[in-house]
């Protein structure tokens, strides 16, 4: 048994070495199970795995979700929905000191709500803010802070692809998942808003007031945001309401963002075929990555590695608050340097033994030890911490995906004025995350009551 851990752990080092190098992790993965599964076993089980498990993982229903999901955000992005949303939010709120950022920040949570992507959320609405960010004159840490920040909400409002794949790792119900994300994501909206005027009431020459709209333009910009305010509500109305599972709404939600794009008259031909070859690209890579997870979790299963750990820890006296705490600060730092995906699918398989351990085992009732909650809410209610934290490493140096994002679009600004803009914002997240673990029922209520 010693032996058998040892050669865990000696896989996790090559794997960490892997990344480092920039092997690709989906292959690094692959490589690191498939090796260690041939050293622990031999060859033969190697090869019948390879055989099975890619049909095994790719045939189960829920996963069918992802490309559906992936498509209607791929698809959104070219139709004008970023535009529509940009402009109804800042009619409503650019009067405001501060209001075109605040209404960048709106503009994320609703294309974040089609779209399902942070990188996406972030790369599109900044193309579309930016602009009337710099000619309100918003100082440059504000304007890319926002937008960089911004970006982080697609992640975790519903429809997410992060959250399906952790629903379907711990065995989680992802409707459930859905519901649970909803508030917690609202709280982050609420947040940012209130950040961004903190921020300017402090520094008012950071984010001037914008022009106040004329009736009709107000009427015009708002009518704009009702067609993905209608997808919105039944794509994810329907989910909550039990009108139909994920997959028929994601389904729904490809088509209606598909006959917005064709009566807008945006959506070409040729950004059709790009929207489909970007869902292949995607989906492809998704599915690469959730085989390699697969591969590494036998293995890591079979030399009993997070058995051990978890075994170790639930030992080491240590409360079960200390320990979350503890891996929510591993999360944030390894969110600094791997994507949001992979890093989900690599560290959940470790993490969540551990906290089953914690709390009493897999039939935990909610008034025992542990947490004191069941071992189903510790899934929803751990599932929507992780995803937070792991929106942190997104806006983290030395990474930082969605900075990188906005910087790209914004030359003019150094990046270091860009990690500045975002300072607060992170801050406002640590509150989220204080909130949500002092008050795990901001998680668990709606799933209670919608169930």
């Known amino acids: ?103 960048a920040i709106a503009g994320c949570a609703g294309f974040g709500a089609v779209c399902g992507s942070s990188l996406a959320t972030a790369s599109t609405m900044g193309k579309v803010a930016l602009p009337e960010l710099r000619r309100y004159k918003y100082s440059g840490a504000l304007a890319t802070g926002t937008l960089a920040a911004g970006g982080v909400l697609g992640i975790l409002i519903p429809p997410s ?34 950040t961004i005027a903190v921020y300017v009431a402090i520094k008012p020459e950071a984010g001037p007031k914008g022009g106040m709209p004329d009736r009709r333009e107000f009427i015009e910009a708002t009518a704009g945001m009702i067609p993905v305010l209608l997808i919105f509500a039944l794509v994810i109305g329907g989910i909550y309401f039990g009108f139909f599972n994920p997959t028929p709404a994601a389904a729904a939600g490809v088509f209606l963002v598909l006959v917005f794009g064709l009566l807008q008259r945006k959506l070409s031909w040729p950004d059709m075929l790009g929207a489909l070859k970007e869902t292949a690209a995607t989906s492809g890579m998704i ?65 969540w033994p551990v906290l089953v351990e914690i709390n009493g085992g897999i039939y935990q009732g909610a008034d025992g030890a542990g947490f004191g909650m069941s071992t189903e809410d510790l899934k929803i209610w751990f599932g929507i911490l992780a995803l937070i934290v792991v929106e942190l490493g997104l806006i983290t140096p030395p990474v930082g995906m969605n900075v990188f994002v906005i910087s790209s679009l914004a030359r003019d600004t150094p990046m270091i004025e860009t990690f500045k803009g975002v300072a607060p914002f992170f801050g406002a997240e640590l509150v989220r995350v204080v909130l949500l673990v002092s008050f795990p029922a901001l998680t668990l209520w709606l799933p209670s009551v919608l169930s």
């Open 1 to 103: 048994m010693a032996d058998a851990v040892v050669l865990g752990v000696g896989g996790l080092v090559a794997l960490i070495i892997l990344i480092a190098i920039r092997m690709p992790i989906a292959y690094a993965m692959i490589l690191v199970g498939g090796v260690g599964t041939m050293l622990l076993n031999g060859p033969a089980l190697v090869f019948s795995q390879l055989k099975t498990l890619a049909y095994g993982q790719f045939s189960i229903y829920d996963l069918s979700v992802v490309p559906m999901f992936v498509l209607m955000g791929a698809i959104a992005s070219k139709t004008g929905l970023s535009q529509a949303l940009f402009r109804g939010a800042n009619a409503w709120l650019g009067w405001l000191r501060g209001g075109t950022a605040m209404a």
């Open 161 to 194: 692809v992060v959250l399906i794949i952790y629903a379907i790792i711990v065995e989680a119900n992802i409707v459930t998942m859905f519901m649970a994300a909803f508030l917690p994501g609202l709280l982050a909206v609420v947040l940012f808003l209130l």
């Open 287 to 351: 599915y690469l990555i959730i085989l390699g997870a697969e591969l590494l979790k036998i293995f890591m299963s079979r030399v009993r590695l997070p058995q051990e750990t978890a075994a170790w820890i639930a030992g080491s006296g240590l409360e079960p608050m200390t320990v979350l705490i503890l891996l929510l600060v591993a999360l944030i730092l390894l969110g600094c340097l791997m994507d949001s995906l992979s890093m989900i699918l690599l560290v959940i398989p470790f993490f």
